[in-house]
């Protein structure tokens, strides 16, 4: 299977592809020719109220199924600043993730 379908699907806003695709085996931490991970597209998304949860959702799989959230684009951003002209929710789950892999990798 091809990771490119996996950022299309992302940037394209097909959130339940993204998804599908992700648990499938898709590369989650693919980047595209501005170094820019699908996490980082994912988070990167305007989205209405309607889609947000379903954004969440996607961002939630990407990351159980080992999207690197501090992976840096070539501009040096990181997921976390892709999402701040977005929804709390959606910036406060990529913290919580950053918060337990650091508490995890202390730990460990």
Known sequence: MSSCNLMKAV???KFRLGRILAEGGANVNERN????????AACGIETNECHRHQKLKLIQTLLENGA???DLDRSGKSCLEY????SIDVRNMVIRYLAKTDQN???G
């Open 11 to 13: 940037s394209d806003g």
């Open 105 to 107: 990798s202390s730990t």
């Open 68 to 70: 690197n959230p501090q």
């Open 83 to 86: 999402t701040r002209s977005q």
């Open 33 to 40: 020719e501005e170094k820019m991970t699908v996490l980082m």
